[in-house]
């Protein structure tokens, strides 16, 4: 797969501190991606990192719903929602991007999970709001008006944020890969689930050596 300067990008999906080893939320084997995602950066035109920027009590942590534990589901008006540890709160050591992302080839760094009672997962749409909507973030749109038509996906966590992100791609209709080599997950026992998802909305995976 030859990238294309102008028609490709790359979307490093919340490479952050709190997502790697010693992090509030550790993804296993998190920080063998970051190297090598590195070395890839500088041979796309546009490279998004997304970025969890949690405001203290957001609806998914744990800790803001009395008597939960991380890591289980509560109902909702709007749904359920995953309990996670806190982690990623704004301007705090956890949520930055792990240094070893050069920065340089940055072109747009995108902020999700801002608002305290919407969870975020997906780099183009919020999930579920009080109003029963998802919220665009606006990311279709950018790459759009830059000619982008295909899509790359790694980082963290292929069955969560990944996996969401890749879903809602192929949605707005981009052409979308994961590279799987370049990825991890909370759970590696659902990735069967993630396959499923990923193949129903018509995304692929490769590995990063087809590059």
């Known amino acids: 797969m030859a990238i294309h300067p102008r028609r490709d990008a790359l979307i490093v999906v919340d490479l952050q501190r709190d997502f790697l080893p010693g992090g509030a939320l550790a993804v296993p084997g998190g920080d063998e991606i970051v ?74 760094v995108l902020r999700k999970g801002t608002r305290v009672d919407v969870d975020s997962y997906s780099a183009f749409r919020e999930n579920v709001g009080p109003d029963g909507e998802r919220a665009t973030t606006g990311l279709g749109a950018w790459l759009r008006a830059r000619g982008v038509r295909r899509l790359y996906l790694c980082g963290l966590a292929r069955d969560v944020c990944v996996r969401a992100s890749a879903v809602d791609a192929a949605t707005e209709g981009f052409e979308v890969t994961v590279l799987d080599d370049l990825t991890r997950a909370v759970a590696p026992e659902r990735a069967g689930e993630t396959d499923a998802a990923l193949g129903a909305a018509g995304v692929r995976t490769s590995a990063s050596a087809a590059l």
Do not use: M, N, Y
């Open 35 to 108: 190297a090598p995602i590195a070395r890839l950066v500088g041979r796309f035109g546009a490279v998004v990192a997304t970025q969890d920027w949690h405001p203290p009590g957001h609806v998914s942590f744990a800790s803001a719903h009395p008597g939960a534990a991380p890591f289980t589901v509560v109902a909702r008006p709007v749904g359920k929602q995953e309990l996670w540890p806190a982690h990623c709160v704004r301007a705090t050591p956890g949520a930055a991007l792990d240094p070893g992302l050069p920065d340089a080839f940055v072109s747009l």
